[in-house]
DNA sequence: TCCACATGGTTGGATGTCCAAGTATAGTCC
DNA sequence: GGACTATACTTGGACATCCAACCATGTGGA
């Protein structure tokens, strides 16, 4: 699973599927592939530099979306909302983070219903230092150049707007 | 889960990066995100494209890559290289193939280490009828521009050769 | 006031992915 | 020929994700 292959296996697809007479589906095909395969690589990296710290991508995600509110607390359900899982996937991150120190729950005062998720101290100094870990391991040197990168967001905000993810600005 | 929300978060973290004062890597996390995200909106699409016909995004691309090869057989570690995953991975999907009766496992001539796997009719015919479905209802309109499309295959390619996935043309 | 419906969170189940470790077979080198 | 190493596959374990179903709490209308 390691050895580079001798050629693209994406664009061997892309042409098998031309051959197959799906001219119009072959490139739409490789391109949303190559997202797939790219996603793949990005988290081993992101996994292989978060694992030091005893954090997942899914747990690092929530534990910075923490950090980054005013109180350092969320109602579980607008963290899921907000990175955009399914609720039992909170639900999931939460217990393991709460199990390592570095959040607790605790009730809303407002509504019994819902659960807040709080940043521990723990919490916070880890969250920053695996941020520090991953800008200096991945995001100084994604392997995207600077034009794709900035091609890269403008053609996938696009996609996850049409797609529903948010609102037309 | 499913509500729009009223912004773009990714455009916000990016935001929030820049103002912690990691400038240089906001753009590249904010792709890397996008990506992911991405990845997640394209596979719940085409996962649900594939339930009709019991089958996963994983059990498809093996099934369909097994109808590309000529005789409808591979070795799993040659299946585990092409697609890219843990060789265990390809050991979960062929035994549930398999129970379905859509792949059997036959046993190398020359190599007795080797697994083979090998399409069965029925296989062979839900490969075709779940791609004529991706193509139809999925690869046909993607939500990506047909310049856009191009870029992705573009840059997605450079960043996987990059990346080890195979060699330099 | 009371019931229907919506919202928030959890539990249980199915899948997929990876890693570590183990077994079997091949290939290599002295 | 025999030992060492490499390759092929499987098993067991840890995680994450989704879905379906369930319980508790809120809300709104008759």
């Known amino acids: 699973m390691d050895q580079p292959l001798p050629r693209d296996p994406i664009a061997e697809a892309q042409r098998n599927w031309q051959r ?4 119009q589906q072959a490139a739409p095909m490789a391109a949303v592939t190559a997202i797939m395969r790219t996603q793949q690589l990005l988290m081993l990296r992101i996994e292989g530099v978060l694992r030091p710290f005893a954090l997942t991508f899914a747990r690092y995600e929530l534990l910075t979306l923490l950090a980054f509110t005013r109180r350092g607390e969320l109602p579980m359900s607008r963290a899921s909302s907000l990175l955009q899982v399914h609720p039992t996937s909170v639900t999931n991150a939460v217990d393991r983070l709460q199990a390592a120190g570095l959040v607790d729950r605790a009730p809303h005062p407002m509504d019994r219903r ?6 521990t101290p723990d919490g916070r100094d880890l969250a920053r230092r695996a941020t520090d ?12 150049e600077a034009d794709d990168v900035e091609h890269l967001i403008r053609i996938l905000a696009r996609f996850r707007q049409q797609a529903g993810d948010f609102a037309a600005e």
């Open 114 to 119: 819902t659960t807040l998720v709080r940043l």
């Open 133 to 144: 870990a991953l800008n200096r391991d991945v995001f100084s040197d994604t392997g995207f």
């Open 20 to 23: 197959r007479g799906w001219e």
